[in-house]
Antibody
Framework: EVQLVESGGGLVQPGKSLRLSCAAS????????MHWVRQAPGKGLEWVSS????????HYADSVKGRFTISRDNGRNSLYLQMNSLRPEDMALYYC????????????????WGQGTTVTVSS | QSALTQPRSVSGSPGQSVTISCTGT?????????VSWYQQHPGKAPKLIIF???KRPSGVPDRFSGSKSGNTASLTISGLQAEDEADYYC?????????FGGGTKVTVL
């Protein structure tokens, strides 16, 4: 079974840091583009960041650029999001997401989602 | 990185068809055939229902179809069913970033 399990969320004060992790299983992790997508309470989906299979192509939403860092460890089948200088507007459910896009195709779509980990930013 | 524009809500009776529009620009929807659609029920993670504008993942009913014309992509749900009541989001490649639509709530009357 293809599965993504996020961890690392919690309550943090504004200006502090948090590191999210995502454990992948059931597919060849090193082949696929991976993303972080977030959803603030009662709001829509917001793309946060993406990383390709070799970590050669990394992109960020303007809202997190310079504060968040995405990374992956293909040997551990894991995806990470280091979040620094957190703001109240970063408070959301953070999803780890697998893209259809891989070394084997040119399709794009977010086909596997974790259940999310909640980040609360408050003093 | 402006969000794509979707209607806030659409509704229809069981068996009817509804169409959700997703309007972007010549830099995202109009430029790339990388539009996808997601269904999200309350308290659940989103589910991919259309990718690359028109393709359906295995297991998604053929009642769901996608299309694109110019800067606007569309999702059509034919033969609306009670379980189709959910939020729907479009998503497009926009160069380096990606961008979601604001979401559309589909209500089955």
């Amino acid at each position: 079974e293809v599965q993504l399990v996020e961890s690392g969320g919690g309550l943090v004060q504004p200006g502090k840091s948090l590191r999210l992790s995502c454990a992948a299983s059931g597919f060849t992790f090193e082949d696929n583009v991976m993303h972080w997508v977030r959803q603030a309470p009662g709001k829509g989906l917001e793309w946060v960041s993406s990383i390709n299979w070799l970590s050669a192509n990394i992109h960020y939403a303007d809202s997190v650029k310079g504060r968040f860092t995405i990374s992956r460890d293909n040997g551990r089948n894991s995806l990470y999001l280091q979040m620094n200088s957190l703001r109240p507007e970063d408070m959301a459910l953070y999803y780890c997401v697998k893209d259809i896009r891989s070394v084997l195709n040119n399709d794009y779509g977010l086909d596997v989602w974790g259940q999310g980990t909640t980040v609360t930013v408050s003093s | 990185q402006s969000a794509l524009t979707q209607p806030r809500s659409v509704s229809g009776s069981p068996g009817q068809s509804v169409t959700i529009s997703c309007t972007g620009t010549s830099s995202d929807v109009g430029r790339y055939n990388y539009v996808s659609w997601y269904q999200q029920h309350p308290g659940k993670a989103p589910k991919l229902i259309i990718f690359d504008v028109t393709k359906r993942p295995s297991g998604v009913p053929d009642r769901f179809s996608g299309s694109k014309s110019g800067n606007t992509a569309s999702l059509t749900i034919s033969g609306l069913q009670a379980e189709d009541e959910a939020d729907y989001y479009c998503y497009s490649f926009a160069g380096s970033p990606w961008v979601f639509g604001g979401g559309t709530k589909v209500t089955v009357l």
